[in-house]
C-alpha cells in the first residue's frame, strides 16, 4: 500500500489557467504538508495543515490555497497559473506531537509544467 | 529562523565511509535535525533525526556537536545505490510552517 499518494503524477497547462493536485495518505498522521522543489532542487515548504490549523507560508502567493476535505487528504488549488509555478509539489505527512515534528512521509511528486 | 548550509556535491568509492556535514548556525533550542535521502523522480524519504550528541540507527549516524550549529551525517560503507540528493531539515513545526527549513542538498556520487 502507498503510504502517501498524489495524482496527477505529470501536469501540462497553459498560463492563465486553475488547476488542482490531490495528495491522500494512509498513514493516520496529523499534520500533512505542501513542499514546491524547483528547478535547482531546492525544497521548500508551502503549507502545513492538520485538523485544527492551516500555517500558510507568508511567501506563497494566495493563488495557491490547500484544501483538505478530511483528515487523509489534502489537496493544491492553483488559480491564474503562471509560468514559474512550473516545478515538482510534494505532498507529505507527519506526526506532530509535543510541538516536535516526527519523520515526513513524501509522496512521489507531481510534475507541473506551465506552458 | 535557521538556515543551512551544506556542500553542494560529493564523491565517493563503494565501501567507503561517508560524511556530510550541515551547518545551521542559527539553530533554535526546540529544533530537531532531521536527514532526507532523494532519487530521481522519487520525493524524499528519512534517514535519521536527532536534537544532540549522536543518534545511530541501521542505515546512518547523526552527530551533534554540542553547540548544535552543524550537524555530520555518517553512512558507512556506500554502495552505488547510496547515489542521491541528501538533505537536512532543521527545525520544529508545531504548527508553525516557516520554520521548517531545508538544506540546500548535497549531491553524493559513488563511484565503483
Known amino acids: 500500500d502507498t503510504a502517501v499518494s498524489q495524482t496527477p503524477k505529470y501536469l501540462v497547462t497553459q498560463m492563465g489557467n486553475d488547476k488542482s493536485i490531490k495528495c491522500e495518505q494512509n498513514?493516520?498522521?496529523?499534520?500533512m504538508y505542501w513542499y514546491k522543489q524547483d528547478s535547482k532542487k531546492f525544497l521548500k515548504i508551502m503549507f502545513s495543515y492538520n485538523n485544527k490549523e492551516l500555517i500558510i507560508n507568508e511567501t506563497v502567493p494566495n493563488r495557491f490555497s490547500p484544501k483538505s476535505p478530511d483528515k487523509a487528504h489534502l489537496n493544491l488549488h492553483i488559480n491564474s497559473l503562471e509560468l514559474g509555478d512550473s516545478a515538482v509539489y510534494f505532498c507529505?505527512?507527519?506526526?506532530?506531537?509535543?510541538?516536535?515534528?516526527?519523520?515526513?512521509?513524501f509522496g512521489p511528486g507531481t510534475r507541473l509544467t506551465v506552458t | 529562523l535557521a538556515k543551512t548550509t551544506q556542500p553542494i556535491s560529493m564523491d565517493s568509492y563503494e565501501g567507503q565511509e561517508v560524511n556530510i556535514t550541515c551547518s545551521h548556525n542559527n539553530i533554535a533550542t526546540n529544533d530537531y535535525i532531521t536527514w532526507y535521502q532523494q532519487f530521481p523522480s522519487q520525493g524524499p524519504r528519512f534517514i535519521i533525526q536527532?536534537?544532540?550528541t549522536k543518534v545511530t540507527n541501521e542505515v546512518a549516524s547523526l552527530f551533534i556537536p554540542a553547540d548544535r550549529k552543524s550537524s555530520t551525517l555518517s553512512l558507512p560503507r556506500v554502495s552505488l545505490s547510496d547515489t542521491a540528493v541528501y538533505y537536512c531539515?532543521?527545525?520544529?513545526?508545531?504548527?508553525?510552517?516557516?520554520?521548517?527549513?531545508f538544506g540546500t542538498g548535497t549531491l553524493l556520487a559513488v563511484q565503483p
Open positions: 536527532g536534537y544532540k
Open positions: 507529505a505527512s507527519s506526526q506532530v506531537a509535543s510541538g516536535r515534528t516526527y519523520e515526513q512521509y
Open positions: 498513514l493516520g498522521h496529523d499534520t
Open positions: 531539515l532543521v527545525g520544529d513545526d508545531g504548527g508553525a510552517t516557516n520554520k521548517l527549513i
